[in-house]
Nanobody, 124 residues
Framework: QVQLVESGGGLVQAGDSLRLSCAAS????????LGWFRQAPGKEREFVAA????????YHADSVKGRFTISRDNDKNTVYLQMNSLKPEDTAVYYC?????????????????WGQGTQVTVAS
């Protein structure tokens, strides 16, 4: 099994920055890609960004491109989401996800492993 644990969420003001972390443990050799999704109240879970374990490939949703950056530290088995210029519409629970291959799908059902989520609230 693979365990994913997110951290770094919180309450910030519009325009502020936050960095989310996702630590992977367990059978991490079976994880070839990691991603971030978010879910706002009353809305479906949506793709934010993803990265292959090698870091060679990344993909960001248009809504966050230029503001959010996904990265990873393989030595720490951790993936990060640097979020800058935060907006109130970025408010959501942010989830870390893992896949057993290198395809960076944007559909949540394509991902095999999930963390418990971390709340990000951006006040206007």
């Amino acid at each position: 099994q693979v365990q994913l644990v997110e951290s770094g969420g919180g309450l910030v003001q519009a325009g502020d920055s936050l960095r989310l972390s996702c630590a992977a443990s367990g059978r991490t050799f079976s994880v070839y890609a990691l991603g971030w999704f978010r879910q706002a109240p009353g809305k479906e879970r949506e793709f934010v960004a993803a990265i292959t374990w090698s870091g060679r490939n990344t993909y960001h949703a248009d809504s966050v491109k230029g503001r959010f950056t996904i990265s990873r530290d393989n030595d720490k088995n951790t993936v990060y989401l640097q979020m800058n210029s935060l907006k109130p519409e970025d408010t959501a629970v942010y989830y870390c996800a893992g896949r057993s291959d290198t395809n960076l799908y944007t559909t949540p059902s394509r991902w095999n492993y999930w963390g418990q989520g971390t709340q990000v609230t951006v006040a206007s």
